[in-house]
């Protein structure tokens, strides 16, 4: 008699969600950060969608960057890791950077680097270094309406996002004549 064991399930594929940015990620694995450099160079750089001293578009937003730029810089690079660092953590990490050396923008001006690489956008006025340097606050509110522009709601971090995407791809049946017993 010939036993064999029965066959097992294939596994599951891991779980992918769609970005704003329309572009599919796994979350169980780090998202890769995808350049115009990895595409073969078919994408020329963009322009910003706004201007680095239009600061005072969203005064709330240069307020806040102005008195506690640690939870601006937390927000965005909660984004721009696509969750996989906390708001906090970040945030955290900026005003201890801030505190011991003074000089925060040597960390954040990585992350224009890294959201610029999502983005295709167009280093600009100078290079990302530079504009943290001389004008950090307006080149972190740059970043913020940045990725607001995208469709993304800072506030609410990555994984609430994630989910309000989700649900705007929910669609309820629609009902020709209304509901019918």
């Known amino acids: ?66 008195w506690c730029p640690c939870i601006t810089f937390g927000r965005i690079s909660e984004i721009i890791d696509r969750g996989s660092t906390s708001c906090g953590v970040s945030g955290a990490l900026y005003s201890m950077i801030l505190c011991v050396s003074g000089c925060s923008c040597l960390y954040s001006c990585f992350y224009r680097s890294k959201l610029r690489g999502q983005y295709f956008l167009e280093e600009r006025p100078c290079t990302d270094c530079c504009v943290h340097c001389c004008c950090e606050t307006c080149a972190l509110c740059q970043e913020y309406r940045e990725l607001q522009n995208k469709g993304l709601d800072l506030s609410i971090g990555w994984h609430g996002n994630v989910e309000r995407q989700r649900r705007k791809a929910i669609v309820p049946p629609s009902t020709q004549n209304g509901m019918k017993r």
């Open 1 to 66: 008699m010939d036993v064999s064991a029965p066959p097992s399930a294939p596994p599951e594929p891991p779980p992918i969600t769609v970005t704003a940015t329309g572009i599919p990620v796994n979350q169980s694995a780090p998202p890769p950060i995808l350049s115009a450099a990895k595409l073969g160079g078919t994408h020329s750089p963009v322009p910003w969608s706004t201007g680095l001293c239009d600061c005072f578009d969203d005064v709330s937003i240069c307020c806040l960057t102005c």
